[in-house]
């Protein structure tokens, strides 16, 4: 895998530089210019078969902050659990999610 956080004006080239050797590609954000450089990229890595991700943090995104309401409430943690204020699913020890903005049907139609 290559990691890729050049000046956004250079993603597009190394980016298909390292997809054309077969190599996964992780940017840094933003990805590209514009769309028709992501369509770009997109179409490199369908054709290599290689992952294509833009790094983004989302630490502070809207839909972390609603899953992390809503493990706190699952696990009682913050008084808006269940009824009966007992947690559903036992002592949280580790939560793992993904959070992507992605075309759903886009990303069923490339190969991993």
């Known amino acids: ?32 210019l514009n769309a028709e450089e992501i369509a770009d990229l997109r179409r490199a890595a369908v054709a290599a078969g290689r992952l294509l991700i833009e790094a983004a943090h989302y630490r502070h995104h809207p839909s972390a902050l609603r899953l992390r309401a809503a493990v706190r409430a699952a696990a ?13 699913v ?20 490339t190969r991993l």
């Open 76 to 88: 009682g943690g913050d008084g808006v659990g269940p009824v009966d204020g007992r947690s559903r």
């Open 1 to 32: 895998a290559v990691y890729i956080s050049l000046p956004t004006a250079l993603h597009l080239h190394w980016a298909k530089v390292a997809l054309a050797a077969r190599k996964h590609v992780l940017l840094e954000k933003p990805a590209a």
């Open 90 to 109: 036992g002592r949280l020890q580790r939560v793992d999610a993904v959070f992507a903005m992605l075309d759903p049907k886009a990303f069923l139609s």
